[in-house]
């Protein structure tokens, strides 16, 4: 598994190991905010793969608003306290041990993954929207091609989502895919909003 986030990265490299978190979770909006000032010190000081950054964005990711995860030019989480009637967290995640034992994780730009031939790859790029801040940098509209275009280049099977926009549909129409529309549920938005988004899977060689 790849993704451009390093932090959602680390996580999950920390889950494989069965990650206990021992960091105070409360719905709490001082102590949202300590933390988000103590998870971005520890990016400042490059100690983002550590135990504590992994539990710090495990609490931020559940406890700031509407489930973003959004980082600023400079790279620092900037989400603000969510407004919830009840969160639950989870301390303990030995039995993620077993099941990523097998697993590889990786953050890295799409063109630097060594693929084979023949494997099969999902991949889901960030929404064609105005919000594009996921990670530090942010996706382009010139990445979006990118990616599909190199993905079109790929001998194995091929599943590509995104949000249906008219330049997403041209552009996957144009490089072959065969496109399936579907209204998906949203369960993180920006706005609050929880309409269903219109969004497209781009298929190659799947028969």
């Known amino acids: 598994m790849n993704d451009v986030n390093p932090h959602l990265i680390n996580f999950y490299s920390w889950l494989k190991r069965g990650l206990r978190i021992s960091i105070e979770m409360r ?14 010190e520890l990016l400042r000081s490059s100690k983002h793969e550590t135990k504590e950054a992994a539990s710090l964005f495990y609490y931020l990711n559940r406890t700031a608003y509407n489930g973003l995860c959004r980082f600023n ?5 900037n989400v603000p306290f969510g407004r919830y009637s009840t969160i639950n967290y989870r301390d303990s995640f030995a039995d993620y041990k077993q099941l990523f034992a097998g697993w590889e994780f990786s953050t890295a730009g799409f063109d630097r993954l060594k693929l084979k031939s023949k494997d ?33 280049q790929h001998d194995g099977p091929v ?28 369960r993180i938005s920006c706005t ?7 969004e497209v899977l781009a298929v190659r060689n799947l028969d």
């Open 120 to 152: 099969f790859v999902y991949a889901d790029p960030p929404y064609d929207v105005e919000f594009t801040q996921y990670s530090k940098g942010g996706f382009s509209w010139e990445d979006q091609i990118r990616t599909a275009e190199l993905l079109a």
């Open 73 to 77: 030019q400079s790279g620092e989480f």
């Open 159 to 186: 599943i590509l989502s995104n949000q249906a926009t008219p330049r997403i549909v041209r552009l996957y129409r144009d490089l072959g895919y065969k496109l399936i529309k579907l209204d998906a549920p949203r």
């Open 192 to 198: 609050g909003d929880r309409t269903h988004a219109k």
């Open 27 to 40: 719905y709490h909006e001082p102590l949202f905010y300590r933390h988000r000032s103590r998870f971005n």
